[in-house]
């Protein structure tokens, strides 16, 4: 189980701390399968950042299967078991896509990885990790790197973000796959709708706090409705500013 009591996120930009994660209580159990969505700018990505140790959380506790990880680096929480594939996936320049994959997948699965994520290994093995590869492309990539490591806990940032409608579907099952195997508790962050209606359970994430959370059967209806009424950035001004071009 993951559990996060009363955590707090703040950053500074030199002149003011802005406070990015509210109180955020959440439990999540093993073998669920979990959505957690929201609004551009709710604190998704950054959640995922404090339970992976890239953010350090200001204030409460993280505990994984009873042990308190607040203070682990990420180094020591992915050897405990917790993975995450990146919204923006890094590049690295000089890396070629075979020594990235040998971190984390053997010499002998390196090919059917690549494969499993709809690359053909001949055309990229040899290629560099660097901006030459399309948004696409490096998603797969750290898809398969991910996929490839024993993980209790996955945590994936917007798996659809440039993959094309054709691959998507596929991509979706390797995830389902990888979770059906079992013993894993998978975060899907997410604003497709097809994988809202997958999951076991919704968490709904804004302004940096959990405003709803439940089985999908419930929350979704509820997104639903929300995402029919017209959204307004809440900074003052008048739709007048609005111009259609
Ligand atoms: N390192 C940082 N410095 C300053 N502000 C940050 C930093 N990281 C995140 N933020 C801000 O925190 C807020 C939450 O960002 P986050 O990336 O977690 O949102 P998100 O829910 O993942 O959004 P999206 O759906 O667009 O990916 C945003 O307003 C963002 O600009
Ligand atoms: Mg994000």
């Given at each position: 189980?993951?559990?996060?009591?009363?955590?707090?996120l703040n950053v500074s930009n030199?002149?003011?701390?802005?406070?990015?994660?509210?109180?955020?209580?959440?439990?999540?159990?093993?073998?669920?399968?979990?959505?957690?969505?929201?609004?551009?700018?709710?604190?998704?990505?950054?959640?995922?950042?404090?339970?992976?140790?890239?953010?350090?959380?200001?204030?409460?506790?993280?505990?994984?299967?009873?042990?308190?990880?607040?203070?682990?680096?990420?180094?020591?929480?992915?050897?405990?078991?917790?993975?995450?594939?990146?919204?923006?996936?890094?590049?690295?320049?000089?890396?070629?896509?075979?020594?990235?994959?040998?971190?984390?997948?053997?010499?002998?699965?390196?090919?059917?990885?690549?494969?499993?994520?709809?690359?053909?290994?001949?055309?990229?093995?040899?290629?560099?990790?660097?901006?030459?590869?399309?948004?696409?492309?490096?998603?797969?990539?750290?898809?398969?790197?991910?996929?490839?490591?024993?993980?209790?806990?996955?945590?994936?940032?917007?798996?659809?973000?440039?993959?094309?409608?054709?691959?998507?579907?596929?991509?979706?099952?390797?995830?389902?796959?990888?979770?059906?195997?079992?013993?894993?508790?998978?975060?899907?962050?997410?604003?497709?709708?097809?994988?809202?209606?997958?999951?076991d359970e919704i968490i709904l994430?804004?302004?940096?706090?959990?405003?709803?959370?439940?089985?999908?059967?419930?929350?979704?209806?509820?997104?639903?409705?929300?995402?029919?009424?017209?959204?307004?950035?809440?900074?003052?001004?008048?739709?007048?500013?609005?111009?259609?071009?």
């Amino acid at each position: 189980m993951l559990k996060l009591e009363s955590v707090d996120l703040n950053v500074s930009n030199g002149h003011e701390d802005f406070s990015i994660l509210k109180g955020i209580d959440l439990e999540l159990e093993d073998n669920k399968f979990y959505a957690l969505t929201g609004p551009n700018g709710g604190g998704k990505t950054s959640l995922a950042k404090v339970i992976m140790g890239i953010y350090k959380n200001n204030k409460g506790k993280i505990f994984f299967d009873g042990l308190d990880i607040t203070n682990l680096s990420i180094t020591e929480r992915a050897k405990a078991g917790i993975s995450y594939a990146f919204q923006n996936p890094p590049r690295f320049k000089g890396m070629k896509i075979e020594e990235l994959l040998k971190i984390s997948a053997d010499n002998n699965s390196l090919r059917a990885r690549l494969r499993a994520v709809g690359l053909c290994p001949q055309d990229y093995l040899d290629r560099e990790c660097d901006t030459s590869l399309s948004g696409g492309e490096m998603k797969r990539i750290e898809l398969a790197t991910v996929l490839s490591r024993p993980s209790k806990v996955v945590m994936y940032d917007e798996p659809e973000a440039g993959v094309d409608l054709w691959s998507f579907e596929s991509l979706l099952q390797l995830i389902r796959n990888y979770h059906k195997k079992g013993n894993v508790i998978s975060i899907v962050i997410t604003h497709h709708e097809r994988v809202l209606s997958l999951a076991d359970e919704i968490i709904l994430l804004a302004d940096g706090k959990i405003t709803e959370r439940g089985p999908r059967e419930k929350v979704l209806p509820l997104i639903q409705k929300e995402s029919r009424c017209c959204w307004q950035a809440n900074c003052g001004g008048n739709d007048d500013e609005i111009e259609c071009y």
